[in-house]
């Protein structure tokens, strides 16, 4: 059992190892130059010129079946700006329709006010050939252009990449897959077929994970992406600052100065009524104990004097 599974896996890797080599040769014959029908160089031709390196390009992405990115490159173009405007709403309302007009869209929307006054910030997304454009009629719409950052990032060469191993890695699903079905019509063991289909797994998780990256990439590269940053004039400052009512004002204070003389005359009458009237009762037994030791001094007084 042991034997057949590793002679099974050892198939499996000959197999991929097989398709890669078949797909390198056809390359290969593809960009080494003219042949014959027959496959044989003609005679009376002299030895080629190495090919150009763009001629290379060409020739390798014509092996895989894919369009010329050589010409054609995918660019991911990307631009922030912050601009100064004189109002917010309005300037909102003219790149939602320089979007429509220019078949892009709104992405992300950011509103907040400062001092009472409007702020945002708007990602737009608009096709690559409209992105100078659409960098032109945003500025038009500023008072005052802040800042501006403007990238683009060439991705010609991993998608390139990409296509080939996937082209590579869907000969070897279909290959597999083949090596399955004569595995279960020869009545394999269930361990050698679990085997291949776990290879099957992991060669279709990859074929997935690249088709999602290339669809990243041709998404990104074909819309660009501007973010702009929306700021409002400065309003100079009135003289007299709005909300002000002097009326209100006076009245706040005459009701402060109602409430300080009513606390005066509550204290003044718990000092009458309460504090006096307690102080007076703990200040008689002191006041008659006084009188009586004086009285008692002056007869003492008089009785030496005698």
């Not at 191993?165 to 290959?175: S, Y």
């Not at 669809?215 to 007299?240: D, F, G, K, M, R």
Request: glycine share 4%; charged share 25%; with cysteine.
């Amino acid at each position: 059992m042991m034997r057949r599974a590793a002679s099974l896996a050892l198939m499996v890797a000959m197999s991929v190892l097989l398709v890669g080599c078949a797909t390198f040769a056809r390359s290969s014959e593809l960009s080494g130059g003219l042949l014959l029908a027959g496959g044989e160089p003609p005679t009376d031709m002299a030895p080629a010129a190495p090919p150009e390196p763009a001629m290379v390009e060409q020739e390798r992405v014509a092996a895989v079946g894919m369009p010329n990115m050589v010409d054609d490159r995918m660019i991911v173009r990307t631009a922030s700006m912050s601009l100064v405007v004189e109002d917010t709403e309005k300037s909102l309302e003219d790149i939602e329709r320089l979007a429509t007009q220019l078949e892009g869209y709104i992405s992300n929307l950011n509103v907040w006010r400062v001092n009472e006054q409007l702020a945002a910030t708007v990602t737009l997304r608009v096709p690559s050939q409209s992105f100078d454009e659409a960098r032109e009629r945003i500025k038009d719409l500023a008072t005052e252009l802040e800042s501006e950052n403007v990238s683009g990032q060439d991705v010609t060469e991993e998608y390139i990449d990409l296509e080939a191993r996937l082209h590579n890695l869907q000969v070897a699903e279909e290959e597999l897959l083949e090596l399955l079905a004569s595995a279960q019509e020869t009545h394999r063991d269930a361990e050698s077929i679990l085997a291949i289909y776990r290879e099957i797994t992991n060669v279709r998780q990859q074929i997935e994970q690249i088709q999602g990256r290339l669809q990243y990439l041709e998404n990104a590269s074909s819309l660009a992406s501007l973010t702009i940053n929306l700021t409002p004039e400065e309003v100079e400052e009135p003289v007299v600052e709005p909300g002000w009512e002097p009326l209100r004002q006076a009245r706040d204070a005459l009701r402060s100065l109602v409430n300080a003389l009513k606390i005066l005359v509550d204290l003044l009458i718990w000092v009458v009524l309460f504090l006096l009237p307690l102080a007076a009762i703990f200040a008689l037994p002191l006041v008659l104990i006084g009188a009586g030791w004086r009285l008692w001094r002056r007869r003492r007084r008089r009785s030496k004097e005698s």
